[in-house]
Protein backbone atom coordinates (compact mmCIF):
# COMPACT_ATOMS: atom_id res chain seq x y z
CA UNK A 1 0.00 0.00 0.00
CA UNK A 2 1.31 3.33 -0.74
CA UNK A 3 2.92 5.53 2.21
CA UNK A 4 1.21 8.42 3.78
CA UNK A 5 4.26 11.10 3.59
CA UNK A 6 4.33 14.65 5.31
CA UNK A 7 3.95 16.20 2.22
CA UNK A 8 0.61 14.63 1.97
CA UNK A 9 -0.73 15.61 4.65
CA UNK A 10 -2.72 18.80 3.19
CA UNK A 11 -3.69 16.55 0.61
CA UNK A 12 -5.44 14.28 3.45
CA UNK A 13 -7.65 16.60 4.53
CA UNK A 14 -9.71 17.20 1.38
CA UNK A 15 -13.48 17.34 2.52
CA UNK A 16 -15.83 15.07 0.17
CA UNK A 17 -17.00 16.96 -2.70
CA UNK A 18 -20.88 18.30 -2.55
CA UNK A 19 -21.58 17.66 -5.79
CA UNK A 20 -21.62 13.91 -7.99
CA UNK A 21 -21.51 12.60 -11.21
CA UNK A 22 -25.61 12.21 -12.26
CA UNK A 23 -24.61 8.67 -13.92
CA UNK A 24 -21.21 6.89 -12.04
CA UNK A 25 -21.50 5.09 -15.07
CA UNK A 26 -17.56 4.68 -16.45
CA UNK A 27 -17.22 0.67 -16.63
CA UNK A 28 -14.94 -0.33 -20.05
CA UNK A 29 -17.56 -2.85 -20.85
CA UNK A 30 -20.56 -3.25 -20.18
CA UNK A 31 -20.80 0.62 -20.40
CA UNK A 32 -23.12 3.37 -19.24
CA UNK A 33 -26.62 2.55 -20.48
CA UNK A 34 -27.46 5.72 -23.26
CA UNK A 35 -28.51 8.59 -21.56
CA UNK A 36 -32.45 8.87 -20.79
CA UNK A 37 -32.89 4.97 -20.92
CA UNK A 38 -35.28 3.08 -19.24
CA UNK A 39 -36.35 -0.67 -19.40
CA UNK A 40 -39.70 0.34 -20.18
CA UNK A 41 -38.98 1.92 -22.63
CA UNK A 42 -37.71 -1.14 -24.76
CA UNK A 43 -40.46 -2.67 -27.29
CA UNK A 44 -41.50 -6.27 -25.77
CA UNK A 45 -43.86 -7.30 -28.84
CA UNK A 46 -41.48 -9.60 -30.12
CA UNK A 47 -40.65 -11.31 -26.46
CA UNK A 48 -42.15 -14.53 -26.52
CA UNK A 49 -41.91 -14.70 -30.25
CA UNK A 50 -39.79 -17.02 -32.07
CA UNK A 51 -36.46 -15.35 -33.81
CA UNK A 52 -37.47 -17.18 -36.86
CA UNK A 53 -41.10 -15.43 -37.07
CA UNK A 54 -41.38 -12.65 -39.36
CA UNK A 55 -41.49 -9.93 -36.48
CA UNK A 56 -38.47 -11.71 -35.08
CA UNK A 57 -36.74 -11.66 -38.33
CA UNK A 58 -37.99 -8.15 -39.23
CA UNK A 59 -36.23 -6.90 -35.77
CA UNK A 60 -33.19 -8.51 -36.58
CA UNK A 61 -32.64 -7.02 -39.56
CA UNK A 62 -33.86 -3.43 -38.42
CA UNK A 63 -31.09 -3.86 -36.04
CA UNK A 64 -28.15 -4.77 -38.66
CA UNK A 65 -29.98 -1.71 -40.67
CA UNK A 66 -29.39 0.40 -38.39
CA UNK A 67 -25.79 -0.41 -37.36
CA UNK A 68 -24.64 -0.27 -41.53
CA UNK A 69 -26.46 3.46 -40.82
CA UNK A 70 -25.13 4.76 -38.15
CA UNK A 71 -21.59 3.28 -39.12
CA UNK A 72 -21.92 4.41 -42.68
CA UNK A 73 -20.63 1.01 -43.86
CA UNK A 74 -20.62 0.54 -47.53
CA UNK A 75 -23.01 -2.47 -49.38
CA UNK A 76 -19.36 -4.14 -50.06
CA UNK A 77 -19.62 -5.18 -46.24
CA UNK A 78 -21.79 -7.31 -44.62
CA UNK A 79 -23.46 -7.40 -41.24
CA UNK A 80 -24.16 -10.20 -38.91
CA UNK A 81 -25.09 -11.15 -35.42
CA UNK A 82 -23.09 -13.76 -33.44
CA UNK A 83 -22.97 -15.64 -30.63
CA UNK A 84 -19.94 -15.34 -27.47
CA UNK A 85 -19.81 -11.19 -27.51
CA UNK A 86 -16.82 -9.82 -29.32
CA UNK A 87 -14.77 -12.57 -28.27
CA UNK A 88 -16.58 -15.19 -30.29
CA UNK A 89 -17.22 -13.44 -33.32
CA UNK A 90 -13.29 -12.56 -33.32
CA UNK A 91 -12.69 -16.60 -32.75
CA UNK A 92 -15.00 -17.28 -35.69
CA UNK A 93 -13.37 -15.11 -38.21
CA UNK A 94 -10.18 -16.78 -37.33
CA UNK A 95 -11.21 -20.19 -37.06
CA UNK A 96 -13.22 -19.56 -40.74
CA UNK A 97 -10.42 -17.92 -42.21
CA UNK A 98 -6.79 -18.35 -41.15
CA UNK A 99 -4.38 -20.61 -42.58
CA UNK A 100 -4.69 -19.70 -45.92
CA UNK A 101 -1.46 -17.85 -45.78
CA UNK A 102 0.74 -16.28 -43.16
CA UNK A 103 -0.31 -14.77 -40.26
CA UNK A 104 1.01 -11.14 -38.35
CA UNK A 105 -0.59 -10.88 -35.09
CA UNK A 106 -0.07 -7.38 -33.09
CA UNK A 107 -0.25 -7.46 -29.41
CA UNK A 108 -0.17 -4.12 -26.83
CA UNK A 109 -2.61 -4.88 -24.57
CA UNK A 110 -4.06 -7.91 -22.99
CA UNK A 111 -6.65 -9.13 -25.85
CA UNK A 112 -4.56 -8.45 -28.32
CA UNK A 113 -2.25 -10.97 -26.50
CA UNK A 114 -5.59 -13.47 -26.46
CA UNK A 115 -5.84 -13.77 -30.25
CA UNK A 116 -1.89 -14.29 -29.92
CA UNK A 117 -3.04 -17.54 -27.97
CA UNK A 118 -5.33 -18.74 -29.70
CA UNK A 119 -3.52 -18.56 -33.31
CA UNK A 120 -0.38 -20.23 -31.50
CA UNK A 121 -1.64 -22.80 -29.39
CA UNK A 122 -5.53 -23.56 -30.23
CA UNK A 123 -4.64 -23.15 -34.44
CA UNK A 124 -1.07 -24.36 -34.02
CA UNK A 125 -0.23 -21.79 -36.08
CA UNK A 126 3.16 -19.71 -36.39
CA UNK A 127 2.67 -16.12 -36.42
CA UNK A 128 4.42 -13.48 -36.43
CA UNK A 129 4.11 -11.30 -33.46
CA UNK A 130 5.02 -7.84 -32.67
CA UNK A 131 4.97 -6.78 -29.53
CA UNK A 132 4.31 -3.24 -27.77
CA UNK A 133 4.52 -2.64 -24.03
CA UNK A 134 1.34 -1.77 -22.08
CA UNK A 135 0.62 2.11 -23.18
CA UNK A 136 3.03 1.80 -26.05
CA UNK A 137 1.81 0.75 -29.91
CA UNK A 138 3.83 -1.53 -32.16
CA UNK A 139 5.87 -0.36 -34.92
CA UNK A 140 3.20 -0.47 -37.57
CA UNK A 141 5.79 -0.34 -40.32
CA UNK A 142 6.71 -3.87 -39.34
CA UNK A 143 4.06 -5.52 -41.00
CA UNK A 144 4.37 -7.75 -43.73
CA UNK A 145 0.50 -7.61 -45.30
CA UNK A 146 1.33 -10.51 -47.43
CA UNK A 147 0.07 -11.80 -44.16
CA UNK A 148 -3.49 -12.09 -42.53
CA UNK A 149 -2.96 -9.21 -40.18
CA UNK A 150 -4.51 -9.33 -36.56
CA UNK A 151 -5.05 -6.07 -34.28
CA UNK A 152 -7.36 -4.49 -32.19
CA UNK A 153 -8.19 -0.95 -33.51
CA UNK A 154 -8.97 0.42 -29.59
CA UNK A 155 -6.85 -1.30 -27.19
CA UNK A 156 -9.47 -1.26 -24.31
CA UNK A 157 -6.94 -2.54 -21.52
CA UNK A 158 -4.40 -0.19 -22.64
CA UNK A 159 -5.93 2.98 -24.37
CA UNK A 160 -3.79 2.94 -26.97
CA UNK A 161 -5.13 2.86 -30.54
CA UNK A 162 -3.97 2.91 -33.55
CA UNK A 163 -4.27 6.05 -35.34
CA UNK A 164 -6.37 5.89 -38.76
CA UNK A 165 -5.89 3.29 -41.44
CA UNK A 166 -3.01 5.23 -43.04
CA UNK A 167 -0.13 1.90 -42.29
CA UNK A 168 -2.65 -0.71 -44.12
CA UNK A 169 -2.40 -0.58 -47.49
CA UNK A 170 -4.84 -0.70 -50.16
CA UNK A 171 -3.04 -3.23 -52.40
CA UNK A 172 -2.63 -5.58 -49.30
CA UNK A 173 -2.11 -9.30 -50.25
CA UNK A 174 -3.96 -10.54 -47.38
CA UNK A 175 -7.16 -10.07 -44.95
CA UNK A 176 -7.30 -7.61 -42.00
CA UNK A 177 -8.45 -8.68 -39.14
CA UNK A 178 -9.35 -5.53 -36.81
CA UNK A 179 -10.91 -6.22 -33.17
CA UNK A 180 -12.73 -3.05 -32.81
CA UNK A 181 -15.00 -3.52 -30.22
CA UNK A 182 -14.40 -0.50 -28.04
CA UNK A 183 -13.57 1.90 -31.68
CA UNK A 184 -16.92 1.25 -33.63
CA UNK A 185 -19.47 4.45 -33.18
CA UNK A 186 -16.07 6.47 -31.77
CA UNK A 187 -14.05 6.75 -34.54
CA UNK A 188 -14.67 7.07 -38.46
CA UNK A 189 -13.24 3.82 -39.58
CA UNK A 190 -11.67 3.63 -42.94
CA UNK A 191 -13.73 0.67 -44.18
CA UNK A 192 -11.96 -0.31 -47.62
CA UNK A 193 -8.56 -1.08 -45.35
CA UNK A 194 -10.86 -3.54 -42.67
CA UNK A 195 -11.76 -7.07 -44.29
CA UNK A 196 -13.14 -8.27 -40.92
CA UNK A 197 -14.26 -6.40 -37.92
CA UNK A 198 -16.30 -7.06 -34.45
CA UNK A 199 -17.62 -5.19 -31.64
CA UNK A 200 -19.92 -6.22 -29.02
CA UNK A 201 -22.76 -3.76 -28.27
CA UNK A 202 -21.42 -3.79 -24.82
CA UNK A 203 -18.93 -0.85 -25.21
CA UNK A 204 -19.57 2.06 -26.98
CA UNK A 205 -23.92 1.70 -27.63
CA UNK A 206 -23.69 0.59 -23.97
CA UNK A 207 -25.58 -2.74 -24.42
CA UNK A 208 -25.99 -5.84 -23.02
CA UNK A 209 -23.75 -8.56 -23.25
CA UNK A 210 -23.78 -12.18 -24.86
CA UNK A 211 -23.83 -10.95 -28.40
CA UNK A 212 -21.10 -10.38 -30.82
CA UNK A 213 -21.37 -8.29 -34.27
CA UNK A 214 -19.13 -9.88 -37.39
CA UNK A 215 -18.26 -7.64 -40.33
CA UNK A 216 -17.18 -9.06 -43.83
CA UNK A 217 -15.43 -7.26 -46.59
CA UNK A 218 -16.22 -8.65 -50.23
CA UNK A 219 -12.40 -10.34 -49.68
CA UNK A 220 -12.88 -12.41 -46.57
CA UNK A 221 -16.56 -13.42 -47.92
CA UNK A 222 -14.02 -14.20 -50.97
CA UNK A 223 -11.85 -16.26 -48.44
CA UNK A 224 -14.62 -18.13 -46.59
CA UNK A 225 -15.93 -19.45 -50.47
CA UNK A 226 -12.48 -20.41 -51.50
CA UNK A 227 -10.89 -22.10 -48.33
CA UNK A 228 -11.92 -24.68 -45.95
CA UNK A 229 -9.73 -24.69 -42.96
CA UNK A 230 -7.82 -27.80 -42.02
CA UNK A 231 -9.52 -28.13 -38.08
CA UNK A 232 -12.94 -28.92 -37.33
CA UNK A 233 -15.31 -26.02 -36.94
CA UNK A 234 -18.36 -25.90 -34.49
CA UNK A 235 -21.59 -25.29 -35.89
CA UNK A 236 -22.11 -21.74 -34.01
CA UNK A 237 -18.99 -20.50 -36.12
CA UNK A 238 -19.88 -21.80 -39.82
CA UNK A 239 -20.51 -19.10 -42.44
CA UNK A 240 -20.49 -21.62 -45.30
CA UNK A 241 -22.82 -24.20 -46.46
CA UNK A 242 -21.98 -25.78 -49.65
CA UNK A 243 -18.92 -23.53 -50.67
CA UNK A 244 -21.13 -20.05 -50.10
CA UNK A 245 -21.36 -17.55 -47.90
CA UNK A 246 -24.76 -17.94 -45.03
CA UNK A 247 -26.18 -14.87 -46.45
CA UNK A 248 -29.03 -15.53 -44.24
CA UNK A 249 -26.64 -14.96 -41.05
CA UNK A 250 -26.17 -11.14 -42.12
CA UNK A 251 -30.37 -10.74 -42.84
CA UNK A 252 -30.82 -11.61 -39.11
CA UNK A 253 -30.96 -15.59 -39.14
CA UNK A 254 -28.76 -15.81 -36.84
CA UNK A 255 -26.77 -19.33 -36.22
CA UNK A 256 -27.93 -19.48 -33.22
CA UNK A 257 -30.91 -18.38 -30.66
CA UNK A 258 -30.67 -14.34 -30.11
CA UNK A 259 -32.28 -12.72 -26.60
CA UNK A 260 -34.49 -10.37 -28.41
CA UNK A 261 -34.43 -8.38 -25.70
CA UNK A 262 -30.83 -7.76 -25.83
CA UNK A 263 -31.41 -6.93 -29.78
CA UNK A 264 -34.36 -4.51 -28.54
CA UNK A 265 -31.40 -2.49 -26.21
CA UNK A 266 -29.24 -2.46 -28.98
CA UNK A 267 -31.96 -0.93 -30.96
CA UNK A 268 -32.70 1.68 -28.51
CA UNK A 269 -29.54 2.76 -28.27
CA UNK A 270 -29.02 3.15 -32.09
CA UNK A 271 -32.13 5.16 -32.21
CA UNK A 272 -30.83 7.17 -29.78
CA UNK A 273 -27.47 7.58 -31.80
CA UNK A 274 -29.58 8.87 -34.52
CA UNK A 275 -31.27 11.24 -32.67
CA UNK A 276 -27.62 12.62 -32.22
CA UNK A 277 -27.47 12.56 -35.82
CA UNK A 278 -25.74 9.24 -36.22
CA UNK A 279 -21.81 8.91 -36.18
CA UNK A 280 -21.22 12.37 -35.88
CA UNK A 281 -22.95 13.10 -32.94
CA UNK A 282 -21.66 10.02 -30.99
CA UNK A 283 -17.83 10.89 -32.23
CA UNK A 284 -18.17 14.23 -31.11
CA UNK A 285 -19.69 12.99 -27.30
CA UNK A 286 -16.33 11.27 -27.10
CA UNK A 287 -13.94 13.45 -28.13
CA UNK A 288 -16.06 15.86 -25.83
CA UNK A 289 -15.47 13.68 -22.52
CA UNK A 290 -11.86 12.50 -23.36
CA UNK A 291 -11.13 16.40 -23.67
CA UNK A 292 -12.88 17.24 -20.32
CA UNK A 293 -10.49 13.68 -18.85
CA UNK A 294 -7.53 15.61 -20.29
CA UNK A 295 -7.98 18.81 -18.54
CA UNK A 296 -8.60 16.90 -15.28
CA UNK A 297 -5.47 14.75 -16.08
CA UNK A 298 -3.43 18.03 -16.85
CA UNK A 299 -4.28 19.95 -13.68
CA UNK A 300 -3.14 17.37 -11.67
CA UNK A 301 0.35 16.16 -10.96
CA UNK A 302 -0.32 12.88 -9.50
CA UNK A 303 -2.31 11.32 -12.36
CA UNK A 304 -0.90 10.73 -16.01
CA UNK A 305 -1.95 8.82 -18.90
CA UNK A 306 -1.12 5.55 -19.54
CA UNK A 307 -0.45 6.24 -23.40
CA UNK A 308 1.88 9.19 -23.64
CA UNK A 309 1.61 8.89 -27.47
CA UNK A 310 -1.69 11.39 -28.07
CA UNK A 311 -1.98 10.40 -31.19
CA UNK A 312 -2.33 6.79 -30.36
CA UNK A 313 -4.51 7.67 -26.94
CA UNK A 314 -7.93 5.92 -26.61
CA UNK A 315 -10.66 8.17 -26.53
CA UNK A 316 -13.32 5.69 -25.59
CA UNK A 317 -11.29 3.38 -22.78
CA UNK A 318 -8.86 5.91 -21.57
CA UNK A 319 -6.09 4.07 -18.78
CA UNK A 320 -4.74 6.79 -16.39
CA UNK A 321 -1.63 6.30 -14.05
CA UNK A 322 -1.29 7.31 -10.29
CA UNK A 323 2.03 8.64 -9.11
CA UNK A 324 3.34 5.16 -6.70
CA UNK A 325 -0.12 3.11 -6.69
CA UNK A 326 0.45 -0.28 -6.86
CA UNK A 327 -2.57 -2.76 -6.71
CA UNK A 328 -3.72 -2.58 -3.30
CA UNK A 329 -3.91 1.06 -3.63
CA UNK A 330 -6.09 1.04 -6.80
CA UNK A 331 -8.30 -1.34 -4.94
CA UNK A 332 -9.09 1.00 -2.18
CA UNK A 333 -8.91 4.29 -4.24
CA UNK A 334 -11.74 2.35 -6.52
CA UNK A 335 -13.66 1.15 -3.52
CA UNK A 336 -14.04 4.46 -1.79
CA UNK A 337 -15.56 6.13 -4.86
CA UNK A 338 -18.43 3.29 -5.60
CA UNK A 339 -18.88 3.34 -1.71
CA UNK A 340 -19.82 6.90 -2.41
CA UNK A 341 -21.50 6.54 -5.42
CA UNK A 342 -18.87 8.34 -7.06
CA UNK A 343 -17.63 6.11 -9.77
CA UNK A 344 -18.12 2.92 -10.89
CA UNK A 345 -15.60 0.10 -12.14
CA UNK A 346 -12.62 2.97 -12.45
CA UNK A 347 -9.74 0.10 -11.58
CA UNK A 348 -7.90 -0.71 -14.15
CA UNK A 349 -7.64 -3.83 -15.82
CA UNK A 350 -5.96 -6.44 -14.14
CA UNK A 351 -3.52 -7.58 -16.39
CA UNK A 352 -2.61 -3.88 -17.16
CA UNK A 353 -0.43 -1.73 -14.87
CA UNK A 354 -1.77 -0.74 -11.74
CA UNK A 355 -4.11 2.65 -12.70
CA UNK A 356 -7.41 3.59 -13.47
CA UNK A 357 -9.29 3.56 -16.88
CA UNK A 358 -12.51 5.57 -17.52
CA UNK A 359 -14.57 4.97 -20.31
CA UNK A 360 -15.49 8.40 -22.17
CA UNK A 361 -17.33 6.93 -24.85
CA UNK A 362 -20.38 8.48 -26.12
CA UNK A 363 -22.92 6.75 -23.31
CA UNK A 364 -21.33 9.13 -20.71
CA UNK A 365 -22.44 12.72 -20.56
CA UNK A 366 -19.38 15.17 -20.30
CA UNK A 367 -20.59 16.80 -16.85
CA UNK A 368 -20.31 13.93 -15.19
CA UNK A 369 -16.70 13.51 -16.14
CA UNK A 370 -16.10 17.02 -15.35
CA UNK A 371 -17.55 16.19 -11.71
CA UNK A 372 -15.68 12.90 -11.41
CA UNK A 373 -12.57 15.41 -10.79
CA UNK A 374 -12.75 16.86 -7.80
CA UNK A 375 -13.40 12.97 -6.21
CA UNK A 376 -10.91 11.46 -7.89
CA UNK A 377 -8.74 13.73 -5.55
CA UNK A 378 -10.78 13.23 -2.44
CA UNK A 379 -10.48 9.30 -3.50
CA UNK A 380 -6.73 9.62 -3.62
CA UNK A 381 -5.81 11.71 -0.55
CA UNK A 382 -8.27 9.11 1.28
CA UNK A 383 -6.76 6.20 0.23
CA UNK A 384 -3.11 7.84 0.91
CA UNK A 385 -4.26 8.61 4.31
CA UNK A 386 -5.44 5.41 5.02
Not at 28 to 43: F, R, T, V
Not at 63 to 79: A, V
Not at 98 to 111: C, D, H
Not at 237 to 256: D, P
Amino acid sequence: MTEVTAADAGIASIAKPAAKPARPHFSSGPCAKPPGWDASKLAVEVLGRSHRSKLGKNRLAYCIDLMREMLRLPDTHRIGIVPGSDTGAFEMAMWTMLGARGVTTLAWESFGEGWVTDAVKQLKLDPNVIRADYGQLPDLSQVDFADDVLFTWNGTTSGVRVPDGDWIPADREGLTFADATSAVFAYDLPWDKIDVATFSWQKVLGGEGGHGVLILGPRAVERLESYTPAWPLPKVFRLVSKGKLAEGVFKGETINTPSMLAVEDAIFALEWAKSLGGLDGLIARSDANAAALDTIVAERDWLGHLALDEGSRSKTSVCLTVEGADADFIKTFASLLEKEDAAYDVAGYRDAPAGLRIWCGATVDTADIEALGPWLDWAYASAKAG
